[in-house]
């Protein structure tokens, strides 16, 4: 249970913490190089921590260096050994999804299962391809659901697979399957959805060739260690304050170091869009991802139409841009998006429902969401619903709103264990006069 006051101003700076995405992929691309890899500005939230287990389950040695600094001793691609236990995913698509592809390719049987959340998720999607692969691969319920079963098989062969989804964690694990596959596979996607593996790949010596939405993997037989990683911080969540700062008048934030992929800056386009103040600077690369120090300041909001074709770009960022269409004036339709009905929780019923107790009018469509702003919030009671995104949305809410009692919000650890430890500190720092 967490409680949170309204905050009167926002200001001051803010460090997010390391990108999720890239952390898990960093591990599992590390987890297959022939020599050590240190990875720095780790994530050490509970989704990364999970795929840290599994590959330490899988035999790859991994030492904390520092607070967020991580050394991965791998055994080269064809070095993962059998696990004497069943591999736990936890709360995590990515690790299930992305390390699914990994296990379709070894000569062992392995076990992966996750929480009650990601065991109702749609594995399917990757199952089926992986199966057309070669693997032998299997799920409960016709391999729809986890746990997942790998067996080990005579070998993996290339595909040439159209994904109907624009999912990175289905066009990943393919990719990630492809480095053991007797040839090259190609992956097509709707649209191209977040390219941090593709990208990550190529730091590793692999061979890729992309063109638009797809993308094709040559197997190597073996990865190239860069040495080391840096990762950026998480736009994602980055995204809540962006929201929280933009809503809350006389706010001005710093948010230093944070990735801008154009895979994912969706959040920048729309809220920039819709008239919120943000700035980049000191533009560079962390590898080859690009990083900026992004600067927001409080603005008003107009309404915007957010589509299947933006979605990709933005698709965790719907909980907090649905809170900032309540504080836009006009209608702001959201469709496209009934991918967000298979996250960690059906996040479209949770923000109709939680949004609702704040008194907020949202009406749900099959594949989005209509909001007409401004609408006034005041004080509730709400539920996380276990969903680390629903409860970092509505704690933006009630920051700009009129506070809030979340029960359920230890989520956050999953992606962003100490957000409200922040909120405290830049809550203190922003209630102290302005020097002149
Ligand atoms: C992720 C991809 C997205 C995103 C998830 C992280 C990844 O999922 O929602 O939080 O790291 O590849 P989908 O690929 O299923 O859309």
Not at 208 to 224: F, H, M, N, W
Not at 268 to 297: F, H, K, Q, S, W
Not at 327 to 347: H, M, P, Q, W, Y
């Amino acid at each position: 249970m967490q409680s949170i006051s309204p905050l009167r101003r926002l200001t001051g700076q803010v460090t997010v913490p390391g990108d999720k995405s890239i952390s898990h992929r960093s591990i599992l691309l590390a987890s297959l190089a022939e020599k050590p890899v240190r990875i720095r500005n780790f994530l050490r939230a509970e989704d990364c921590l999970s795929t840290l287990r599994c590959m330490q389950a899988l035999g790859v040695k991994a030492d904390r260096l520092a607070d967020s600094d991580l050394l991965v001793e791998g055994n080269g691609l064809y070095g993962l050994t059998e696990p004497s236990t069943v591999l736990d995913a936890g709360n995590s698509g990515t690790t299930m999804r992305l390390l699914a592809g990994i296990l379709a390719g070894q000569p062992f049987m392995s076990v992966l299962t996750g929480d009650a959340s990601l065991c109702q998720r749609p594995m399917a999607r990757i199952l089926a391809p992986l199966s057309r692969m070669g693997g032998r691969v299997y799920g409960r319920e016709q391999s729809r659901y986890a746990p997942l079963v790998f067996l080990p098989g005579e070998g993996l062969q290339g595909l040439s697979y159209h994904s109907p989804v624009a999912s990175a964690q289905v066009k990943s694990a393919l990719l990630l399957a492809g480095l053991y596959a007797g040839g090259p596979t190609r992956i097509s996607e709707p649209v191209l959805s977040r390219d941090h593996t593709e990208l990550m790949l190529e730091t590793f010596g692999v061979r890729l060739e992309r063109q638009d939405a797809a993308v094709t993997i040559y197997p190597c037989g073996k990865l190239a260690a860069p040495g080391e990683i840096v990762v950026p911080g998480d736009i994602s969540s980055a995204a809540f304050w962006l929201v929280a700062a933009t809503l809350i008048p006389g706010s001005r934030l710093v948010l230093p170091n944070v990735g801008v992929n154009p895979t994912r800056t969706g959040i920048l386009d729309m809220l920039t869009g819709m008239g919120a103040r943000i700035t980049l600077a000191n533009r560079r690369y962390a590898g080859r991802e690009p990083v900026a120090d992004l600067e927001v300041e409080a603005s008003r909001l107009v309404a915007a139409t957010i589509g299947a074709e933006i979605l990709p770009r933005l698709i965790d960022e719907i909980p907090v841009l649905a809170v900032a269409a309540l504080f836009a004036k006009g209608r702001t339709i959201i469709s496209g998006a009934g991918e967000l009905r298979v996250k960690e929780t059906d996040r479209l019923r949770a923000l109709v429902t939680e949004l609702g107790k704040m008194g907020a009018q949202v009406a749900e469509t099959a594949d989005g969401l209509v909001i007409e702003g401004p609408q006034p919030l005041q004080f509730a009671a709400c539920d996380a619903h276990a969903d680390h995104r629903i409860a970092l949305a509505l704690a933006v809410a009630a920051l700009a709103g009129k506070g809030a009692v979340i029960s359920g919000a230890e989520c956050v650890a999953i992606s962003y264990p100490g957000f409200f430890t922040e909120v405290s500190r830049i809550g203190q720092l922003s209630s102290q006069p302005e020097e002149s």
